[in-house]
């Protein structure tokens, strides 16, 4: 019998991937064979001795002390390209809501008071002052060409975007694959300079960490929108709230909401929803536990 200690809300879909007859899961076992999560921050002090594989129902696993289980032999295992197209769908939206000031509208509209009347006065103020612009045309730049970032690079040309991607870890078969359609730039600093639009796509590191700064918002087109389904941490925030007061940047669209970020006209800040669909939580949910498995039961890993 396997035992799984589970963090977070796992997809039941997943769990049932764990035969009942030689599998346990729970949320409350001590001396786990392996351990399951979603968003839960990992301690390695939480990793029981007995554990001899961490799955992780999502793309990234900077939530886990990845080191530190190589150290120690316990493979990590996670589900890229499992929640693509949930993030896909919400920065594409995010676009939209940009473009096309769609929040800022509906604060103004939901506070309208008075008769019709002075409603529909306030109507063509409100034309006015949240006139967006269109996609067709415009240049978005994809920094992190995986799964998602290629699924929101055709999902933008499929709008009539130009799309710049950046990736420095891409193979040279995929930059030949994708090189019809998605320029490749050579730098970060040259996409930013192209681009009306970035939306970032990348993994959490130390490469990653503050990528977004204030020397290349600096160097980017004013009037410049950042979409931001990644995470926090890939650019300064600080940088980002200077560059909004200098009205160098146009909006910020990010789906992590922060004290800093809070009640700023230009920033919209999602509660962390990139992945939170049923069908990703299934997807990520399944691609895991299927890893787990096979790893528990054969020692076979598919992907670490
Ligand atoms: C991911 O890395 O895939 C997301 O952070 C998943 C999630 O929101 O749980």
Not at 47 to 54: I, N, P
Request: charged fraction near 20%; charge should be negative; aromatic fraction near 6%.
């Amino acid at each position: 019998m396997f035992r799984i200690l589970t963090f977070n809300n796992i997809s039941v879909k997943g769990l049932e991937r764990f035969p009942r007859d030689h599998f346990e899961t729970s949320s409350d076992i001590a001396h786990p064979d392996a351990i399951m999560l979603r968003s839960h921050k990992l301690q390695e002090s939480e990793v029981a001795d007995t554990v001899l594989a961490v799955g992780r129902a999502g793309a990234g696993v900077n939530n886990i002390p990845v080191e530190a289980m190589s150290r120690r032999g316990v493979p990590v295992f996670n589900a890229p390209g499992a929640n693509a197209n949930a993030v896909k769908e919400l920065t594409i939206a995010g676009l939209f809501l940009a473009a096309r000031n769609i929040c800022q509208a509906w604060d103004f509209a939901r506070a309208l008071e008075g008769s019709d009347q002075q409603i529909n006065a306030e109507v063509e103020a409100g034309k006015k002052r949240f006139t967006g612009f269109e996609l067709p045309g415009r240049t978005l730049g994809v920094i992190g060409l995986g799964a998602i970032g290629v699924e929101v690079a055709n999902a933008a040309m499929a709008l009539g975007m130009k799309v710049v991607g950046y990736d420095p870890q891409i193979t040279v078969h995929r930059a030949w694959q994708l090189s019809s359609q998605v320029e490749q730039a050579h730098s970060v600093d040259e996409l930013m300079s192209r681009a009306d639009v970035v939306t970032i796509h990348a993994p959490l590191n130390e490469a990653t960490r503050g990528l977004i700064n204030g020397s290349r918002l600096a160097a980017a087109h004013p009037g410049l929108t950042v979409l931001n389904f990644a995470r926090s941490e890939v650019v300064d925030e600080q940088a980002i709230l200077e560059a909004l007061d200098r009205d160098h940047l146009r909006a910020y669209i990010c789906d992590f909401p922060s004290n800093a970020l809070k009640g700023r006209g230009n920033v919209i800040a999602l509660p962390h929803l990139g992945a939170s669909t049923v069908e990703s939580q299934e997807n990520c949910a399944v691609m895991v536990a299927d890893q787990l498995r096979e790893y528990l039961e054969t020692g076979n890993i598919r992907n670490a």
